[in-house]
């Protein structure tokens, strides 16, 4: 800024002008930026807004650790990794110059979870069937959806926190696809692993009676019903 004074009379008017020379007024620290996240499995890109007055930008971590070293002015993004599959990350971003920094609040978010692979059934009984799946990495905790379907039919569903479920409330004798996949905990979902299908056996039953006039057997098995008969003393 340039400056000049001048005085005025009670006619209001004024002397010529003198000039007082120039300054420069202090500098002041940046605005605090906005910090976003879009994320990947083991990865995460940190963007921000632009602050007024920056001459760069340092991504830390929610206790203050410096994560990306200094950032030029005029990025706006970070990518950082490898990270670890539905793991939380806290980060913050500091905007500075030579009067001071200001920071961004911190920002808390998870990886996405990997998909798992690998569906294998274990075993199918009559109303329900048990699989396995490789977790991909994913921690502890990661959470598992399995689903059984019918063609036209509806879906049946069982979230689990490791890689086995049994899926339970099958119709015997019936084809059915199946598939699984996995939820972080931000709650977002990754592809399925490829669907398996399986056909649940027939449920076999034996019921009958026994009285002095001798015993019947109704035995309801995959070719329908058989009826033995037993006469008295056998």
Sequence with gaps: YYLRVQAVNGSGIGTSYLDLGSTVTLQVPPPAPTLSAAVAVTSMTWSWTAAARSDGYDLLTGAGADVSGVIS????????????????????????NSAGASTSSILSVYTLAAAPSGLTVLEVDPSSATFSWATNGNPGGTLY???????????STVTVTGPLATITGLTPTRLYSFDVYAVNHD??????????????PFQQSVTGNVGPDGATLYIY??????????????
């Design 145 to 155: 959806v399995l689903r059984a379907w019918q063609t036209g039919g509806s879906t």
């Design 187 to 200: 709650s977002i979902t990754t592809v399925a692993a490829p669907a398996i299908s399986a056909t649940t």
């Design 73 to 96: 002015s005029n990025t706006l993004s970070f990518q950082e990794s490898p990270l670890t599959p539905d793991t939380s990350y806290s980060r913050e971003l500091s905007a500075f």
């Design 221 to 234: 098995g995959p070719y329908g019903l058989i009826t033995v008969v037993f006469p008295p003393g056998c």
